[in-house]
């Protein structure tokens, strides 16, 4: 049987290739996922197919439960684009660090550690400002200029995507 964790790093997997139409089989257990096909079912479940028959039971059931994640993901990347609040991000002396990937965002390498940055440090070309994780990849971002930050785009947490501005450095 496959756990909700496993579905969903399937979903992210999916979401991040341009492969429209995923299959996946564990212990005779099947999953079908699609993009851009939308199930309405009342009491979605993942049902454990037989051995004999896998396909009858698994496939109209699994994708139900898979879409609904997905769909949440989409209402909170949209309610993320609402909540940037920045003047200064047209600002051309301002440089963007920029998301090199579509992945969350976290501000500090632990929760239990210190941001690397926030408004008002310098960093150099190699400060590490932040970490995008995808798929379980922890990336580090470096300032890449030299300079002092002025203001941080998004919050802890949240989705970014590719070449989405991180944050507002005033280049030296």
């Known amino acids: 049987m496959l756990k909700v964790q496993e579905i969903r790093e399937l979903i992210k997997l999916l979401d991040s290739t341009s492969v429209s139409e995923l299959s996946y089989e564990e212990n005779g257990t099947k999953i079908k996922l699609r993009k851009g096909v939308v199930y309405s079912a009342v009491a979605p479940e993942v049902v454990q197919a037989p051995v004999a028959a896998p396909q009858v039971q698994a496939a109209p059931a699994a994708p139900a ?3 609904a994640p997905k769909a949440e993901v989409k209402e909170e990347s949209a309610k993320v684009e609402e909540t940037q609040p920045s003047a200064n991000i ?3 002396s301002l440089h963007k660090i920029v998301s090199p990937m579509v992945g969350t965002f976290y501000a500090a390498p632990s ?4 941001d690397y940055v926030k408004v008002g440090d310098k960093v150099n070309p190699d400060s590490v400002v932040c970490i995008v994780e995808a798929m379980k990849l922890f990336n580090e ?4 200029v030299k300079g002092e930050i002025v203001e941080i ?4 947490g949240q ?7 991180l944050f507002l450095v005033k280049a030296e």
């Open 141 to 144: 971002i470096e300032a890449e």
């Open 111 to 114: 929760p239990e550690e210190a």
């Open 159 to 165: 989705l970014v995507e590719y070449g989405q501005p």
């Open 65 to 67: 439960k898979v879409e």
């Open 90 to 92: 047209n600002d051309e």
């Open 153 to 156: 785009l998004v919050k802890n």
